[in-house]
Structure formats: structure tokens, C-alpha cells
């Protein structure tokens, strides 16, 4: 490892019990200056989306971003919950280990609650923690299948210091980081937090992200991390190719990507209001790694590693 980890948070685990009394005194939370209701109960109409499928290209678009279970959009930048659903159910089987080290509103440990895989979920914003556990705070019981409730652990924890994860434990690594400063979760308020970071700041700690998810990750299993990019000066600066390229470095190879086109994109209306003389940024990047199974050969995929 090329870093101290010991520098960085180490995993506190917020339990069930935690939340229940964090929310005789709270009703919200405040994310990046807006209230995100934590409510007693949630209101189900339905805990799967209509005919769902696999995707099978690599694009992906989810006009309506999924509302099933307690899947909410309310929570800025969060991914969509087909996104996840894809990813676990095509690289995981029941039961195995799903980590999402920047979990952020829940979606990921919401999936993996309906879908039969165990979680852990971290997030660096105990606030954050908190909505995770509200939106885990609902009973499944389908009548059309045998049903046993996975183990979902959440914590207050450093994306670089996953120090209670063994290394490779973990079946699928499924995220979405912030995009440098695009999206100031904390504004500042929680130290580490990516989101507060400059772009040549945040691409040096990503590389440490990307050495912890190789780390805990088991050989031949998959980690997943969607990305996007931005403008400054009117002219196009891609985060994507820096974090698919600190990924790499850390030695994993490139299985897929997928180039995830985006919807209500509240960021770009605000920003870009009226003419503009450059083109709208309407997509996202899915890069899907692997992680080299024991005994493989490197020198079969160097078309797909680093360059």
C-alpha cells in the first residue's frame, strides 16, 4: 500500500439501535443544504420495479429514475436504483458480499435488502448514515419465493480505511463518488469529505480509494464506480478518464463501460442557464473492473490495464 491508512477515519458501525435513537430527536437531516426527511414509516406501493430486465449494451438510460421500495430522489446526486440492481444481480449471487464505501442516501443497501445479498455500506457523513438506515427501516416478506433477510451492516467510516473489512472479503464493490466539487455534500462540514475537494486533490485521494477497493476485494470479482464529468471555462475536463486511470493503477483491469445517459440533470440547468456556445454534458461513465483471479495471466488483458 502506498499510503499510511491509519491517517484517514477509521469504521464506526451504526447500528439499527443507533438510528432508532438518533431519530426520537431528528425528523431530517440537512445534505448539502437541503432537508432529506427520515420518516417513521414509509409508504409502499411497490418493492421491484415493472418488468424489469437486464441491460445488455453499454448504454444505459433510466428516464424514470426508480421509485420502487424506499427509493427516493430527493437526495441530491444519489444513482439510480436500476443501476445497482443491474450490477448485483448480474455479477453476485444470493447471499454473497456486496460493499458500498460511499453509500451516500441508501440506494445500493436498499438493492441488496430486496435482491437477498449482504451489505456493507459506509458513508463519511453520519447524516448520511442515518437516511441509509431510515430507508432500510421497512419489513419484505414476497409471498412468491423463500425469503431469508440479509446481514446489512452500516458505518460511519473513510472510503480510504475500510480497517474492519478483511481484505478480499468482498463479492462486488458497487459506488458512486462524488465528482470532486461538483456537489458539496457536507459544504466542508465533515473532514474528509471528497466532495469538498479541488479536481488534482481529489484525483490523488481516489488513487487511495482505488488501492483500498482492490485490497478487499476478492480475485476475479468486480468493483463498479460511476463517475461523470464537468466544464470550467466552458471547456470539457474529464474526472472520469483520471479515476478510470487511477483504478488501473492500482491494478485492476477494465471489463466494461458503460456510458449512462443522464436526465433531470439539476446541476447543468443551474449552472447553464439561457445560450451557451459548447455542448450540454448528458452522460455518465460505469466503469465496471475486475480484479485478476489467482493464477491468471496479467499479460492476456494488458490491452485493458494500465497504459
Not at 444513482?79 to 440506494?107: A, C, F, H
Not at 455518465?284 to 473492473?289: D, N, S
Amino acid at each position: 500500500m502506498s499510503y499510511d491508512r491509519s491517517k484517514y477515519r477509521e469504521m464506526q458501525e451504526v447500528t439499527h439501535e443507533d438510528y432508532l435513537n438518533f431519530r426520537k430527536t431528528h425528523s431530517y437531516v440537512v445534505i448539502e443544504n437541503v432537508k432529506v426527511a427520515l420518516p417513521e414509516r414509509h409508504v409502499i406501493k411497490k418493492f421491484a420495479p415493472k418488468d424489469f430486465k437486464l441491460e445488455t449494451t453499454t448504454v444505459w438510460s433510466f428516464p424514470e429514475r426508480g421509485d420502487w421500495a424506499t427509493h427516493r430522489g430527493n437526495y441530491r446526486g444519489n444513482w439510480s436504483p436500476y443501476i445497482p440492481r443491474n450490477l448485483i444481480l448480474r455479477y453476485t449471487k444470493k447471499g454473497e458480499l456486496v460493499l458500498d464505501q460511499m453509500v451516500g442516501s441508501g440506494t445500493t443497501a436498499v438493492e441488496c435488502k430486496l435482491l437477498q445479498r449482504r451489505c456493507i455500506a459506509v458513508d463519511i457523513n453520519p447524516d448520511a448514515v442515518m437516511v441509509t438506515r431510515n430507508r432500510l427501516d421497512f419489513s419484505y416478506a414476497p409471498i412468491d419465493e423463500e425469503y431469508e433477510e440479509p446481514e446489512i451492516r452500516t458505518y460511519v467510516g473513510d472510503a480510504r480505511n475500510l480497517n474492519l473489512i478483511p481484505s478480499e472479503s468482498v463479492d462486488l464493490i458497487a459506488t458512486h463518488p462524488p465528482y470532486a466539487g461538483i456537489i458539496a455534500y457536507s459544504a466542508k462540514r465533515v473532514p474528509g469529505d471528497l466532495s469538498s475537494l479541488k479536481l488534482e486533490d481529489y484525483i490523488e485521494e481516489m488513487r487511495k480509494v482505488a488501492e483500498e477497493c482492490y485490497r478487499v476485494l476478492k480475485p476475479g470479482k468486480h468493483c463498479a464506480v460511476l463517475i461523470g464529468d464537468t466544464r470550467k471555462h466552458k471547456h470539457y475536463v474529464s474526472i472520469a478518464t483520471r479515476v478510470l486511470q487511477a483504478f488501473l493503477d492500482a491494478g485492476f483491469v477494465l471489463r466494461e463501460e458503460v456510458i449512462k445517459l443522464q436526465w433531470k440533470m439539476k446541476t447543468t440547468r443551474e449552472r447553464w442557464r439561457g445560450s451557451y456556445d459548447f455542448l450540454l454534458i448528458a452522460h455518465e461513465h460505469l466503469y465496471i473492473f475486475r480484479k485478476l483471479a489467482e493464477g491468471e495471466k496479467a499479460s492476456r488483458y494488458k490491452a485493458s490495464a494500465r497504459w
